[in-house]
């Protein structure tokens, strides 16, 4: 079990040529194994959206950290 866990997540959209951030979010817990959050954000229809997601483990001085993204969904 680590110290502090975390994750940030990243609404991206993309501008055509590359992924743009949004807005971001971050959620942090300590001493547990998990992490969870809820967060409502609004969205332009017509465009295309992913999530990256970072996330982070901290055990006194290990950090473990890894990257990861959804597919992109297109807004209505």
């Known amino acids: 079990m680590a110290n502090i866990i975390s994750v940030k997540i990243t609404l991206q959209q993309w ?8 807005t ?6 300590t001493y547990t194994d998990y ?8 969205v332009e229809k017509g465009k295309y959206y992913r999530v990256l997601g970072n996330h982070y483990a901290h055990d006194n001085f290990l950090v473990d950290e ?11």
């Open 15 to 22: 501008t055509g040529s590359s992924w743009q951030d949004v």
């Open 24 to 29: 971001s979010y971050t959620f942090t817990n």
């Open 35 to 42: 992490v969870w959050g809820l967060r409502n954000v609004s």
């Open 66 to 76: 890894i990257s990861s993204t959804t597919p992109a969904i297109y807004v209505e």
